[in-house]
Antibody, heavy 118, light 109 residues
Framework: QVQLQESGPGLVKPSETLSLTCTVS??????????WGWIRQPPGKGLEWIGS???????YYNPSLKSRVTIYADTSKNQFSLRLNSVTAADTAVYYC??????????WGQGILVTVSS | EIVLTQSPGTLSLSPGERATLSCRTS???????LAWYQQKPGQAPRLLIY???SRATGIPDRFSGSGSGTDFTLTISRLEPEDFAVYFC??????????FGGGTKVEIK
């Protein structure tokens, strides 16, 4: 059974860079059937897709965040990471790493709360 | 960008009652691209329905999805105590690839 686990700082200062890593177990991020990515959820609010990648190296980003987001993979560690630049309080959210198959998210990490505050 | 509008925002029902949740899209979408998720407090969402009407693995048959075009519905035939949660619909399309509705909270009356 595939499991995803987010890790990283829970507190980031405004204007700095948010960096998170997702460690995948029970499956490979090099699999040709799945897309891997990040979704976030501000406290008490809805879900926002951030971006995804395919094993071939194709990256997809939400246009609303594209100028600030980078997702990259480390296949040797079976991990992928998120970098979000120039954060503000509006970026405070629970960040989920996720695995998509076709049109739906089939596996979610447990989520990590990241607070942007000085 | 297609916008998903869920209603009602909150549904207050008793165990054993039927729950009907709505998801409307701002333009007609293919049924294959509409999904529903359940989220309990402090947990990640869980896939319930994909392709508008197909139950995901392990989902009880009291959950059903229907609809087409711009109107989609999630029905819970008889609410169990564990069904009180927030439900999101989701659409897959051209960038942004995934969009979600604002959610419907099903709470105990």
């Amino acid at each position: 059974q595939v499991q995803l686990q987010e890790s990283g700082p829970g507190l980031v200062k405004p204007s700095e860079t948010l960096s998170l890593t997702c460690t995948v177990s029970g499956g490979s991020i090099s699999s040709s059937y799945y897309y891997w990515g990040w979704i976030r959820q501000p406290p008490g609010k809805g879900l926002e897709w951030i971006g995804s990648f395919y094993y071939s190296g194709i990256m997809y980003y939400n246009p609303s965040l594209k100028s600030r987001v980078t997702i990259y993979a480390d296949t040797s560690k079976n991990q992928f990471s998120l970098r979000l630049n120039s954060v503000t309080a509006a970026d405070t959210a629970v960040y989920y790493c996720a695995r998509r198959h076709g049109t739906t998210v089939v596996t979610w990490g447990q989520g990590i709360l990241v607070t942007v505050s000085s | 960008e297609i916008v998903l509008t869920q209603s009602p925002g909150t549904l207050s029902l008793s165990p054993g009652e039927r729950a009907t949740l709505s998801c409307r899209t701002s333009q007609s979408v293919g049924s294959s691209y509409l999904a529903w998720y359940q989220q309990k407090p402090g947990q990640a969402p869980r896939l319930l329905i994909y392709g508008a009407s197909s139950r995901a693995t392990g989902i009880p048959d009291r959950f059903s999805g229907s609809g087409s075009g711009t109107d989609f519905t999630l029905t819970i035939s008889r609410l169990e105590p564990e069904d009180f949660a927030v439900y999101f619909c989701q659409h897959f399309d051209h960038l942004p690839l995934l969009t979600f509705g604002g959610g419907t909270k099903v709470e105990i009356k």
